[in-house]
């Protein structure tokens, strides 16, 4: 005696469902991608065709005024300025639990060589890596 069943299994899957999740992940990655912003000092950046994978996990922006004729220091692109000799005591606290202390220098285009060797000084002291950040050509 073979018992039949009045309803059968349907075995297909709608896919609408998962591809209006993947739409909303995608607009909300692009969203926020474009708030992030790891250099918030409006520098002129010097260009260039070589640039480096590395990813440093704290930038040094160095700022001309021109007016003045003065410059300010700005540790992970904050808007409070930082005076010189207080950059290698902060560089010091916010990288000592790294395995492989790196930083960036941002330095706008009029800066001189001086002022961002100075900064280069800090790291060769403290024998961190330095990467110099500029614009792609």
Request: net charge negative; proline share 4%.
């Amino acid at each position: 005696m073979a018992i039949k069943r009045t309803t059968k299994v349907d075995s297909s899957f709608s896919m609408s469902s998962m591809t209006d999740i993947v739409f909303l992940l995608l607009i909300f990655f692009l969203v926020t991608s474009t708030l992030i912003n790891p250099n918030a000092l409006k520098l002129l950046l010097p260009k260039s065709t070589g640039q480096v994978s590395a990813k440093a996990t704290v930038s040094v922006s160095i700022k001309h005024w021109q007016k003045e004729n003065n410059f300010s220091y700005h540790i992970n692109g904050d808007e409070t300025p930082v005076r010189f000799n207080q950059i290698e005591d902060e560089l010091i606290d916010l990288l000592q639990n790294e395995e492989d202390p790196t930083f960036s220098i941002y330095a706008d285009e009029t800066v001189p060589i001086k002022e961002v060797v100075a900064v280069m000084n800090i790291a060769k002291r403290n024998h961190y890596k330095v990467i110099m950040a500029t614009s792609p050509e």
